[in-house]
């Protein structure tokens, strides 16, 4: 069996069971492919740039017609995973996944499913907790140098800005976990919570108070005390809690 007609051949027992006996077949060919594919991508350690072969070439290796390779081609595109460049040296190209997409994707996921305010903020508070938890725990002077940084531009921003803006302490301490899970994670419930936010009455005042709040959690957390720190983010947390609709 040649190297070409290997994945040809995975394809097709991809559609069977573990044990060799047949399934019904996947209905959806360009979508076993672009699983396929996607699988390979990990498997080589997500290499961005690089080209993973012509349109030609891909029809030969996994034996297909150019309509499902490039149906599988759309879907990928879609996952943030390769996308179909045109023109000399063109192919399908690994790309890099936009975090943005996949948290925007989550949070319309949740709100799909009507996810109440109060369960978000129940998955929201211990994901939250734990992640400053672990943040003052494995704390770098990089780290400190990164909230610092963040909470002088919250200082010198408007009030709307900083009200817009918020999120990002939230998911700059989710990112001192080195945990990309509880960043994504952290991202999601944020977009959601944000759009369940009612409108300020008074802005300059709720601005100062989540200035004052990140300021106040950004110092246990550089003082090194986890505990104080989780009860102040608590507390900020449940101010937010209070303000949604």
Known sequence: MTADAEPSRVLNDSLA??????????????????RLIRHEVVERGWPVG??????DE????YDV???VLRQAARLLEHQSVARMRRG????????????????????????????????????????????VQ????????NGIAQLRVLLEHEASAADEEAMEHGQDFHAAIAALTGNAAMQLFV???????????QAADNMQEQADNVRL????????IIAGDASLARHRMLRHLQAIAATLR
């Open 58 to 61: 891909l029809a030969r290796r």
């Open 88 to 131: 000399p040296g063109g192919g399908l190209v690994v790309i890099e996944p936009d975090a943005d997409s996949v948290t925007e994707a989550i949070a319309l996921y949740l709100e799909y499913r009507d996810v109440t305010p109060r369960f978000v903020f129940e998955a929201r508070t211990a994901l939250e907790l734990a992640c």
């Open 213 to 220: 709040a990140h300021r106040r959690i950004a110092e246990a």
């Open 50 to 55: 690089t080209v993973l072969g012509s349109e």
């Open 17 to 34: 069971s573990g044990d060799g006996r047949r399934v019904e077949p996947n209905p959806n060919r360009a979508t076993a492919l672009a």
């Open 65 to 67: 017609g150019r309509p």
């Open 187 to 197: 991202r999601s419930l944020g977009r959601l919570t944000h759009g369940r936010t």
């Open 134 to 141: 672990t943040a003052t725990e494995q704390l770098t002077e």
